[in-house]
């Protein structure tokens, strides 16, 4: 079966400061893989994906994220994060072969807080 | 576009009850995904429906049911209510589950079971 790491539970930082999510995934054959944010109060966004391609993909407000397969990760990167992206940040992945996208399997979160 | 709406918001029911919550996706929108969140076991998928058929179901026991009506609206059924069903429940829709077709996410139907 599928499962997804996220090492860190709770990360807090300063505005201005750079952000590293991590995310492992236990899966021997080809994935999708995506994060989602979920902000206070509100429904689970789409933050990026990767399906196949340049490894390194882009998202909203400034996320990006690296698929490294040999390492079986997906981390989230902000360069200078903001108070604004205070949210529970989830890594998310379904299998390409056999199951659709409507199945994900889910990390447990991070939360981010963000000091002004 | 109007996004995904739950109903209830919330629910209060005892245990033994049975409990239905309903999902209606995006306009187009024929996929439609259930999850459950707790804290302590986070974001577990409970089934996927398409066309008015079932094509994928997670580990949850029988009493956990669902349903997609010709609309693409769907429904979730939890009968026999144990302590344990208290969680938020997520419904999300994509346009055909496929490739390239990611998920949106509704708020949720906040269950509490005493």
């Known amino acids: 079966a599928q499962s997804v790491s996220q090492h860190n539970h709770h990360v807090i930082l300063s505005e201005a400061a750079s952000l590293e999510l991590g995310c492992n995934y236990s899966y021997g054959g080809t994935v999708n893989l995506f994060w989602y944010v979920q902000y206070p109060g509100q429904h689970l966004q789409l933050l990026l994906k990767?399906?196949?391609?340049?490894?390194l993909v882009k998202g909203i407000k400034g996320f990006e994220a690296e698929f490294i397969k040999s390492k079986f990760s997906f981390n989230l990167r902000k360069p200078s994060v903001q108070w604004s992206d205070t949210a529970e940040y989830f890594c998310?992945?379904?299998?390409?072969?056999?199951?659709?996208?409507?199945?994900?399997?889910f990390g447990r979160g991070t939360q981010l807080t963000v000091w002004p | 576009k109007a996004g995904v709406t739950q109903t209830p918001r919330y629910l209060i029911k005892t245990r033994g009850q049975q409990v239905t919550l309903s999902c209606s996706p995006i306009?187009?929108?024929?996929?439609v995904s259930w999850y459950q969140q707790t804290p302590g076991q986070g974001l577990q998928f409970l089934f996927e429906?398409?066309?008015?058929?079932?094509?994928n179901k997670g580990n949850f026991p029988g009493r956990f049911s669902g349903r997609q009506f010709s609309n693409s609206r769907s429904e979730m059924n939890v009968s026999t209510l144990e302590l344990g069903d208290s969680a938020l429940y997520l419904c999300?829709?994509?346009?055909?589950?496929?490739?390239?077709?990611?998920?949106?996410f509704g708020n949720g139907t906040r269950l509490t079971v005493t």
């Open positions: 429906y398409f066309s008015e058929t079932q094509r």
């Open positions: 998310a992945v379904n299998a390409r072969r056999g199951s659709t996208l409507g199945r994900l399997y």
């Open positions: 306009s187009g929108h024929r996929s």
């Open positions: 990767y399906f196949s391609g340049d490894p």
């Open positions: 999300a829709s994509s346009l055909d589950g496929g490739v390239g077709s990611p998920l949106h």
